[in-house]
């Protein structure tokens, strides 16, 4: 039986009232402080809300209530081995779930949060084990958004939130994608615009004095040096598009697809973007001439004339191209573009995130032009 899920619309976004007409959806539009009283509330009664990050939409729940935290594994259809990240909103709450955390956690939560990186610290036994899929470490980070603090400050418990997408799919980065893919699941659902950083935090755990890179996001390897002696990447993320590729049939576990569209995403990269861009054309012919519909992302106004659909995701720079990554992508979606044809971006560490997450997207169709 569906449920109605409540939106509340905290900003005067259009978007979302005029779009969530088919689905189970009472809008109710009120200040943020009442929305925000409402939905803690929920929260604490062992509901489901979904609720704004800097990162993606998270959908979240009491991080110590196992009922509420297998209804989240249900909504989203998420397999119950992967571990929620437990989202806190100050330092104090860290003790209801995790031991004391040493130095160089210390230090990485004062340079770092509130803010996209997510730390593994050893787990409470009180903790249910289903959040951390029954491993030893929970990870936990402080969310930089004013509603997720203000949520979490008021349910005053930490909130368990992966992203608030149906587990598969590209990430939600407004409350329009959540509802797409949640309405009638989940108890509610909290408007607050645009995701800005737009994919998911960096996850690391600390290895005695090294940083273990789980899983990249926009704080890079870079930012980390100063913490630790010494940051690798854990093995099964290998760095460039060069080891992606050359890595891909050897490793077929890596080859699960996830942020992914529907349609077949194939990802463009190379030093010439002369010989990127023929590439992609010859590409998109192929694609129209067995009769699929097409969609083009690129990173300059280059215009493919055979493409169903086409859109400029962003320019080089690595901030535009996450926050803009998963809109595309949910874009091809509703469109129903079969073929996606996308220009990868420039192989560096600050591009590491996106590639990452479009290596999976694509399921590894990664095309390099020399
Ligand atoms: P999501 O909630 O969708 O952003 O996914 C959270 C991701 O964080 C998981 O897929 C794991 O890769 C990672 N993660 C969360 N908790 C743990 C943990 N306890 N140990 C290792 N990785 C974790
Ligand atoms: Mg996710």
């Known amino acids: 039986m569906p449920i109605v899920t409540k939106l509340w619309v905290t900003q005067l976004d259009h978007d979302v009232r005029d779009n969530s007409g088919t689905h189970p959806i009472e809008v109710r539009q009120i200040p943020t402080e009442q929305a925000i009283a409402q939905a803690a509330e929920m929260l604490s009664e062992g509901g489901l809300i979904a609720f704004p990050t800097e990162t993606v939409y998270g959908l979240g729940a009491s991080a110590l209530d196992a009922h509420a935290l297998t209804r989240v594994f249900e909504a989203k259809g998420r397999p119950q081995d992967n571990p929620l990240i437990a989202h806190i909103s100050d330092l104090q709450q860290l003790g209801q779930i995790a031991q004391v955390p040493n130095t160089i956690a210390q230090r990485l939560m004062e340079a770092f949060w509130p803010g996209p990186l997510s730390i593994l610290l050893p787990v409470l036994s009180n903790v249910p084990k289903i959040l951390t899929a029954g491993l030893d470490y929970v990870a936990v980070r402080m969310p930089d958004h004013p509603l997720a603090l203000a949520l979490i400050a ?19 980065t407004t409350a329009l994608h959540v509802v797409g893919d949640l309405a ?91 010989n990127v861009q023929s590439m992609m054309q010859s590409a998109l012919i192929q694609a129209k001439q067995v009769g699929k519909k097409t969609a083009v992302l690129t990173l300059d106004a280059h215009v493919f004339t ?65």
Request: include cysteine; charge should be negative; hydrophobic fraction near 35%.
């Open 154 to 172: 008021k349910a005053g418990m930490p909130i368990a939130a992966p992203s608030a997408n149906v587990s598969g799919k590209p990430s939600p």
């Open 184 to 274: 009638g699941r989940i108890d509610g659902i909290l408007d607050g615009g645009s995701c800005e950083v737009g994919i998911e935090s960096t996850v690391i755990e600390i290895v005695e004095d090294t940083i273990v890179i789980l899983r990249p996001g926009k704080i890079t390897r870079q930012d980390l040096l100063p913490y630790a002696k010494a940051v690798l990447f854990d093995p099964y993320l290998k760095q460039g598009i060069e080891a992606h590729t050359a890595m891909t049939p050897r490793a077929p576990g890596q080859k699960y697809r996830h942020y992914a569209p529907q349609g077949q995403l194939n990802v463009f990269f190379g030093e010439s973007v002369h």
């Open 306 to 370: 055979h493409a169903d659909w086409q859109q400029q995701w962003g320019d080089e720079k690595a901030e535009t191209l996450m926050q803009q990554l998963y809109g595309a992508l949910r874009t091809c979606d509703d469109l129903r573009s079969e073929v996606i044809i996308a220009q990868g971006p420039p192989d560096d560490e600050q591009h590491h995130a996106l590639i990452n997450r479009l290596l999976k997207a694509s399921g590894g169709n990664f095309i390099t032009v020399s």
